[in-house]
């Protein structure tokens, strides 16, 4: 037990230590992946065009002033609007944007989860449904009925 | 399946289909596409470069506008700046504004635009870039001319003016034969 804690807190902080790195130290190349230049719609490490070369030389500046990668991008934001951003921002409105595909996802695995439960259950029914003489058991009260009727008939 | 479910499982698949479908012709009928002459000029309201007031192009309904896109960053803005400001002088007693609309810019770079042409027309900051759909701008320099009556009037000049295009246009905004 205390292995496997052990084991999930160092994973935990394998994926948050970079996170919280790059939050504090940025880099140049990888804002240049995470921001769209506003005049060519592609991600600025693959523009040229003048503006992406001015945000670029922003960049530059606020990393060297110190800035975070939150700071950076929310002034670019508060310059260009958020459509500057290559991912939505995970907070208000944007949030359905990462909230619906998981969701559209967990539904989709539901229905299938749901579909092969029901075929699953008619396939078994389908196998033992036969008696042991291979006929179908009638419903119970039209077997009970059946057996009134017999009944009267012998009688 | 029970049929309650069934149906509505249907309804909701049409539902969204409808809705896509709805979308679709929303986006062909109303395309971000430059408006024709003749047609009222998409009305904006946008912060003023230098005070931060809000100026609204309907502001300026009873004048001629000549509304200039432009970004610092663009070359050919900076040739063009000194001809807008001389129509501007020329001009703004004879019932002509120029207005500016700077867009896909930094703001500090904008204003040192502005003091570097020595531009004393109005100029506008579009942040977002909400005016450049609705007006088709697809670049920079775009030029659209405005009549008294808040129409689209004359030619579109997507690209640098020239002496000729102001001149021209301005007489056209101005009910003046050309």
């Known amino acids: ?155 | 399946m029970p049929g309650r479910l069934r149906i509505a499982l249907q309804a909701a698949a049409v539902l969204v289909v409808a809705l896509l479908l709805a979308l679709l012709g929303w986006k062909v009928f109303n395309p971000d596409e430059a408006p024709d002459a003749g047609r009222p000029a998409p009305d904006f309201t946008l912060p003023h470069l230098n005070s931060g007031e809000q100026v609204s192009l309907a502001s300026f309904r009873g004048k001629a506008v000549v509304l200039n896109f432009w970004a610092s960053w663009c070359g050919p803005c900076k040739d063009e700046a000194p001809l807008l400001e001389s129509a501007w002088n020329r001009y703004k007693d004879q019932g002509v504004v120029v207005l500016g609309v700077d867009a896909q810019d930094f703001d500090v770079d904008a204003q040192r635009f502005v003091d570097r042409a020595g531009i004393t027309y109005p100029v506008v900051r579009d942040k977002h870039g909400s005016t450049l759909g609705h007006y088709g701008v697809t670049g920079f320099p775009e030029t659209w001319f405005i009549d008294a009556q808040g129409r689209i009037v004359g030619e579109h000049v997507a690209g640098p003016l020239t002496e000729e295009d102001l001149e021209r246009n301005i007489k056209i905004a101005l009910g003046q034969p050309a």
């Open chain 1, 1 to 155: 037990m205390t292995r496997k804690l052990l084991g999930v807190l160092v994973l935990a902080l394998a994926v948050v230590a970079p996170a919280a790195a790059s939050e504090q130290n940025p880099t140049l190349p990888e804002l240049e992946r995470e921001l769209i230049c506003p005049t060519c719609h592609e991600t600025l490490a693959a523009s040229t065009s003048p503006i992406a070369e001015r945000m670029r030389a922003f960049i530059r500046a606020r990393i060297a002033a110190g800035d975070t990668k939150s700071e950076i991008k929310d002034q670019l934001v508060e310059q260009f609007g958020e459509s500057v951003l290559a991912a939505p921002p995970k907070s208000g409105f944007n949030l359905l944007a990462w909230v619906l595909p998981l969701a559209g996802i967990v539904l989709a695995a539901g229905v299938v989860g749901f579909l092969a439960y029901r075929w699953s259950r008619s396939r078994k029914a389908e196998e033992s449904g036969p008696s042991a003489n291979g006929r179908f058991s009638l419903d119970p009260e039209l077997e009970r009925r059946v057996d009134e009727e017999l009944a009267r008939y012998d009688a």
